[in-house]
């Protein structure tokens, strides 16, 4: 009698197993991240009907900006508690922005080599995605330029928006 109550368990026990592996392998993988926009039309679309804060956050999540900024109570753009902590300290978007204005007019070999990092820097920290130099001067791209009041709630004062890069 001991033995077939051991069978019957070790039955029991690969039906319960068997039922969980059938019941796992109908799980449906979770559904994959929407690609981020790349163009003004594609940013257009999924920022449709979202207020600035709104938008501000998708840009902050999608484009991986909060690694770097965050929007404080004020609703202004500032660095993270962990970039303001960083030994050297980061100088602060505008002073690389500026930097950028003239580094981006050298050819790369004339370059010190804190210029090639800064250079680097500004295409690593994402600044491309907003800012473009235009010959002289900081300007936006066309995503850019559609969140001018990003920028102007920028702690570090008014950069760039509003017509700075010589767009209508």
Known sequence: MRKLDSIKLAIVVLACVFA????CSKKT??????PRP?????FQSATAGKDPEAV????????????????????KLV??????QTNP???????LLADMNIIDQLPDAERTPEERKK?????EYGCVFCHEVVP?????TDIGDQLGFFHQGCSEGFCCANGANGKP
């Open 56 to 75: 501000a956050q998708f840009v902050l999540e999608t484009y991986d900006c909060n690694a770097c900024h965050t929007i404080d109570e004020t609703h």
């Open 89 to 95: 300290p980061f100088t602060g978007c505008r002073p």
């Open 38 to 42: 790349s163009t003004l039309a594609e």
């Open 29 to 34: 993988p979770p559904p994959k991240a929407a």
């Open 20 to 23: 969980g592996l059938v019941s």
């Open 136 to 140: 002289g001067k900081m300007g936006l």
């Open 119 to 123: 250079a680097i820097q500004f295409k």
């Open 79 to 84: 660095l993270t508690e962990q970039v303001r």
